[in-house]
Every structure is written in C-alpha cells, then in structure tokens.
C-alpha cells in the first residue's frame, strides 16, 4: 500500500483540475480563540467543503485525472467515511459510475449519503481484509479504478490544494497544522506549503490512541500492525508508507492529544466558529492549545477537515 | 415604546458607520437545501456575526451615532440575550460603559459573555416592569442612553444592513424573509430591500406561539397584552409600534410556524450548511419548507440571525 508522493506541480495542477468542482473554502478567525491561544488563528473550513471535508478534493483530482477510456469503466473504493462519500460525489460530476465497498454495520445515514450521491453500495464482512477482497473482485469484474484513501499520488495531490488555497487567502503564515490519519491530508499539504515557502513550520495533530505516525516516526519505520482506540473516527487509518516518508522529509512535527481534550477543543470551536466540525478535525485545535506557549505569538493556518456529524450523539 | 422607523438614506448610513467594526457576513448555499424545497436559497449568515448575532449591527449603530457628549456617559439596555450581548461589544468598540439589566434566573453562560465583553450588569426582578424601572434607575443616575432592543431607530437602521449587504452579494433575488420577534430586523430589512427594489416579495417568519404580528395585522392594531408560548427565546418579544407600521406599509407577508418544524428545520440546516444557528433563526428554513409549492423556482435570501446556542441542551 504505498503511492509515489506528488510533486508541488502535481498539486498546482489538480488545483486547476478540481477548480470548476469544489468549493473555494472559507479561511475564519476568532478573537476568543486566539485570545485563548495567545496567537492567531486561521482556520481553513473543509467542512464546508463538498460532501462536507476535504475528502472531496482528492477524490475529484483521482476522477478527473482519468482517461475517457478508464473513466467509461468507474472507480471503485473501500471506505464508509467521508472519503466514500467523497468519490460518489466526484464520480457524478463526470457522470461516472462509483463502487464503493461498505462492512457490515456501517452507519446507516453515511450510507445512505453515499447512496444519495449515486454510487453503488457492495457490502462485505467488517474486516480489512474483506474490504481489500471485495474491492479487488469489482476491480477485476468492472475494469473500475481503484482510488485509495490516502495511498494514492493524485488524492494526495489534491488534498494538498486546500493549503495552496490557504496560504493564498492568508499570508505571511508562520506555520500550519493538519489532523493525522492516513496521511493524504499532512504529505499533500506539506508539499505544498514547502513549495511555496520552504521554511514553513508544518505540525501534525494526532490521536493519542491513534498516534501510529508519531510512534513510526520516532521508531524509524512504520509501526502495522496498530489497533487504534480514538472517537476520531476519521483518524484511525495506519499512516501509508510514502505519507510517513512525506512527514520525515518535511520535518513535520506531531503533536498527540487525548480523545477528552480534542472533544472540549472541538466544542470551543463550535462555541466560538458557530460552525459544525467533526471530532477529528478538532484535533488540531486540541494541539494548539496543549502547547499554547509554543505557539504564541504565532500566525497559525489549521485545517478544519470535515463537518459530517451525527447530531445526535455529540460526545459532550 | 414607539420609535420613528428609519430612511432607506438612514440604513445607508449606518452600513457606513458600523463598516468598521462589523464582519462582512457570508452568504452560503446548499444544493441539499435547494433540491428540499425546489427553489433557490440563499442565506444571510449573521451567526458569523460579531457576538453571534445580527444584533451587533444595531447596537454599533446606535452606539457610533451617539455624539461624544452622549458617549461619554454610556449606554444602557434591558435585554439578557443577543442585544445585551451586542450592546457590551459595541460599547466596546467605542470604549464606553455599557450597563445591561438583566432579570433574575437569566443564563449564566450569557451573563458571562456580557460581562467578558466588559458590561456593567444589573441585576432586577423577572418582570418587564422591573427591568425598565431598573433602566430608567440607570439612565438618571447615569445620564446613560437607553438603546432599546427593536423600538429604536438607529438599532432598526442597523439591522436593515444586514439586507443591503445580502442584496449586494446576491443580484436577482426574488423574496427576502427574516424571522419576526420584536420587528427591528424585519423593519430594517424591509426598509433596505425596497430602497433597492421596491418590487421585492418580503416574509416574515413567526413561531405560532409568539405570532402577535401575524394576529396585530390581521386585528389591524397590536395586541397587547400577549403571552408568548415557544422555544424560540429570540422571538418572544411583542412586536413594536412602529415595527408593525413597517410590517404593514412593506406588505410582509407572515408565514407562522410550529416549534416542531423549526426544531426540524434547525437539524436539517447544521446537517447541511455545517452551521450553528440558534432556533430562532431556523423559523425562516420551517416557513420555506411549510410553503413549498409557492417558493419553487424562486430566488430566496433567507436571514440566519444567529448562532448562540446552548449546545448541552439541542432542542432534538
């Protein structure tokens, strides 16, 4: 499971590419917020992204780098979260078929998302190894192009365009902090910061249940097998092998939180944003805060990755 | 508590004076939210506002319209929610005391923002009786300007900003509707909309326990006393005096809504807009909903009017 890594050109053109599709997302501030933190905060709001996170720019950059001919035969995935939805989505928007493998037991509003945006659901057993089986059959039956998470060139191109964006719609940045899970979201966004500013300071946010990255980074070599145990369901996934080698070449530093800070971050946020964001992307927020007296001072970009909540279980 | 309603010239004006201190709310959409009602939404997002409401808009009108004289010896207002909130930040913006009355039993966690934006809070009896007996204590001990919630003109012309701006961001809308409490914002706006095109449909959504503007314009005067019944703690107020003329001379038409619908309404637009809004704001989404089949095709700008929710107690 590992991807070539983009280059900075890569993410400059799946900016051009996923242009006429995604939303240009906002960038918020808050006086409390930054009066909390003793810095300023910019927040870039990939929950109001289409399909609600960031997810949508990746899988649009892998739908429309397709040939005709590839494209005719679909894409195929295996994933219940935001990046399912997120390829449903993208596929519509060439008028494509989307497979997308789902366990058993999945959320039945995620899926109905999915089902809502046109894709066709294949169900399997809740295993790993299932869903990688599964994937493969449709492969093998459609001609589908399989477009993974995270370990896949072009989605990581395209995660990197929301902090091309970022950086275009706030300068003078001094550094900047992404959620870690698979790591499409960090390698992208690195590369892309460092090709506008190389001395950029890049961080991570990472579950302390779900530290993977964190642990292979320290432990030269990436850590699988690792059962994760977080409420940031979006941040369970093993980092990919060329998404650490992305995070060791830039330097990024990781930050750990506990599941009980990111969850009183990710009401500060909504308390004082008025915005709707998930729990894993209030992970970034829970960092700041932990070690606010590295930050201060500090002009700061933090992706928001995604807004797609079950309203009735908030986990305060 | 009459007050005379301002001039199109008057809302121009104010958008000018508060332009400093005031954000430049958005404007979102939401395919969704569209294909639910088959028309064109647009929606106003004064949740974003400073202090999280729309109020700010009047409360620095009124505060920026004082002379230095008056300034000097503050402001004063009997109100626990948004507008005593705004109020203090507006004060603030201009380094003047601010002094907010507030009953017995208010929220703790508004009193606190009150005085976080560094009010002077005075504490009265539950009654309406006792609140402005303890204001007018105020303004003769003090010499204090009183800045009513809605029957004041520069807090009306304020509001009616929040209308020229979404008319200026949206070109080609076909109706406009705001919730209707005590009528400063549903005055202003219409005020501001016809200023601009004097053709314009507007609405006004009521909570049906709280519908005494739709019962005053059908009575053909205001009805008081009334005694409000709804979950909308943002609307309970009577409708003022001229604030009902407003409603009259710009033809608004009221839609009135159940709590239960607005409850309904307020999920679906966090679900979709990834938005906080309080219940008040949601009644505008319920009346859409409600009246389908006469919105289809249109082009709406719908006002969102706040954020200020208590998110240990969701009304779902």
């Known amino acids: 499971m590992s991807a070539a890594l983009p280059s900075f050109d890569d993410i400059r053109d799946a900016a051009a590419r996923i242009a006429p599709h995604a939303t240009l997302t906002p960038v918020m501030r808050s006086d409390a917020l930054d009066a909390m933190v003793g810095a300023q905060l910019h927040f870039k709001c990939e929950n109001l992204q289409r399909g609600g996170a960031f997810k949508f720019r990746g899988a649009c950059n892998a739908v429309w780098s397709l ?37 058993e037991g999945a959320v039945r509003a995620k899926l ?42 072009r989605v990581m191109a395209g995660q990197g365009t929301a902090v091309l964006e970022l950086m275009q719609q706030c300068e003078g940045l001094d550094a900047l902090m992404t959620p870690i899970g698979g790591g499409g979201l960090s390698a992208g966004c690195s590369i892309a910061a460092h090709g506008i500013r ?16 964190a642990l292979s980074l320290v432990h030269g070599a990436r850590i699988d097998p690792f059962t994760p145990h977080t409420i940031c369901d979006g941040l369970r996934a093993l980092i990919g ?8 070449t830039h330097h990024v530093d990781i930050i750990t939180v506990s599941d009980e800070e990111t969850i009183t971050a990710m009401r500060q946020l909504w308390q004082a944003l008025k915005l709707v964001v998930e729990v894993s992307s209030a992970t970034v927020f829970a960092a700041v805060l932990k070690q606010r007296e590295h930050f201060a001072g500090k002009r700061l970009g933090l992706v928001l990755t995604g807004g797609n909540v079950d309203l009735d279980a908030l986990p305060w």
Do not use: F, W
Not at 75 to 103: F, K, M, Q
Not at 241 to 248: F, G, H, I, Q, Y
């Open 67 to 103: 040939t005709d001919e590839e494209a005719a035969r679909g894409v195929v995935t295996h994933s219940s979260g935001n990046h399912g939805n997120a390829l449903a989505i993208a596929a519509a928007t060439r008028g494509i078929a989307a497979h997308v493998v789902v366990p």
């Open 241 to 248: 092998e060329s998404n650490l080698d992305a995070l060791r």
């Open 112 to 153: 109905d998302a999915i089902e809502q945006a046109g894709a066709i659901l294949h169900r399997c057993a809740p295993t790993i190894a299932a869903r990688e089986a599964k994937a493969a059959e449709i492969q093998h039956a459609t001609g589908a192009v399989m477009v993974h998470p995270y370990a896949d060139t």
């Open 198 to 213: 190389p001395t950029l300071a890049i961080y991570g946010a990472e579950p302390e249940g779900a530290a993977d990255a």
